[in-house]
Structure formats: structure tokens, C-alpha cells
Nanobody, 125 residues
Framework: QVQLVESGGGLVQAGGSLRLSCAAS????????MSWFRQAPGKEREFVAA????????YYADFVKGRFTISRGNAKNTVYLQMNSLKPEDTAIYYC??????????????????WGQGTQVTVSS
């Protein structure tokens, strides 16, 4: 059984920073891509950022480019999201997701195999 556990969410003022972490566990875990999605109240879940193995290619939603950075840890089962210059509209539950096999569409939510429970990020104005 694969589990993804997010951490690092919290309350921050506009302009501040947070670093989210996602750790995957499971004897059979392997991943082509790990990504972050978010869901604000009353809205659909949306893509934020993705990173692939082994190339390390990264992908970002337009609304976070230049502010957020996705990276992976030394272990293949860890991914981070550094969030800077946070805005109130970034308030959402942030979810980590993993896809086992190659895809040329890493931004698509429905292609991911495993999901974490989410971590709340609240940005006050």
C-alpha cells in the first residue's frame, strides 16, 4: 500500500513563505512524476506544479510561476514545494499526488495514481 503524507501547511501573512513536504511510503512505491494540486473552497482541484524522474523536468501553473518552486529530495520518494510571495488567493488545501508510469500530460489530475490527505494553507491579507 502506497501512502503520501503532506506537511508544512499553516497560516501566513500575504507576502510570506511556506515550504510543503510530501513523503511517500510503501514497499512497492515507484514514481514517474510527483505533483502538487490545490483546492480552494467552492472550486475544483487544480494543478500547481510537477516534477518527473529521472529527468527532473518541472512544470508550473501560470499563476505560480516565479513564486513557487518544486524540488525532490535525495530519496526518490520525497518532494517539496517552496512557496514565496504568497497571496490570499493561494489559500487552499494542497495535495500531493504521484503517478507511477510515464505520461506526456503530467498536469492532468485524472492521471495520478495516489493522493495524500492534503495540508491546509491559509494566507491572510
Amino acid at each position: 500500500q502506497v501512502q503520501l503524507v503532506e506537511s508544512g501547511g499553516g497560516l501566513v501573512q500575504a507576502g510570506g513563505s511556506l515550504r510543503l513536504s510530501c513523503a511517500a511510503s510503501g514497499r512497492t512505491f515507484s514514481s514517474y512524476a510527483m505533483s502538487w494540486f490545490r483546492q480552494a473552497p467552492g472550486k475544483e482541484r487544480e494543478f500547481v506544479a510537477a516534477i518527473t524522474w529521472p529527468s527532473g523536468n518541472t512544470y508550473y501553473a501560470d499563476f505560480v510561476k516565479g513564486r513557487f518552486t518544486i524540488s525532490r529530495g535525495n530519496a526518490k520518494n520525497t518532494v517539496y514545494l517552496q512557496m514565496n510571495s504568497l497571496k490570499p488567493e493561494d489559500t487552499a488545501i494542497y495535495y500531493c499526488a504521484s503517478r507511477k508510469y510515464y505520461t506526456d500530460r503530467p498536469l492532468e489530475l485524472n492521471l495520478y495514481d495516489y493522493w495524500g490527505q492534503g495540508t491546509q494553507v491559509t494566507v491572510s491579507s
